[in-house]
């Protein structure tokens, strides 16, 4: 069993940035893929980035491209998801997800709790 805990959100000024965090517990996640999903109110759960087992690919939702970077350190077994220039449109709650396998295969198979960015205008 993978059990994840997000942490790093908070309430935002559009502009600003936040930096997530995901932390692995109980089993290792170093070896797995691992993804940043978000849910805005009332809204589909939606994919925003993604990234292989050694950090070496990654892939990101075309409205976050640009402004978030996903990366790693299998050493702390963290993955990380930096969000600069926020928008009020990024304001949702933000999952972490890994994946059984090495590469992302766009989905998650252990999700964990979420955690709130709110963008104010």
């Known amino acids: 069993q993978v059990q994840l805990v997000e942490s790093g959100g908070g309430l935002v000024q559009a502009g600003g940035s936040l930096r997530l965090s995901c932390v692995g517990s109980?089993?290792?996640?170093?070896?797995?893929?691992m993804g940043w999903f978000r849910q805005a109110p009332g809204k589909d759960r939606e994919f925003v980035a993604a990234?292989?087992?050694?950090?070496?690919?990654?892939d990101y939702a075309d409205s976050v491209k640009g402004r978030f970077t996903i990366s790693r350190s299998n050493a702390l077994n963290r993955v990380y998801l930096q969000m600069n220039s926020l928008k009020p449109e990024d304001t949702a709650v933000y999952y972490c997800?890994?994946?059984?396998?090495?590469?992302?295969?766009?989905?998650?198979?252990?999700w964990g709790q979420g955690t709130q960015v709110t963008v104010s205008s």
């Open positions: 990234i292989n087992w050694s950090g070496g690919s990654k």
């Open positions: 997800a890994a994946s059984r396998d090495g590469s992302w295969g766009g989905r998650g198979d252990y």
């Open positions: 109980i089993r290792s996640i170093s070896s797995r893929a």
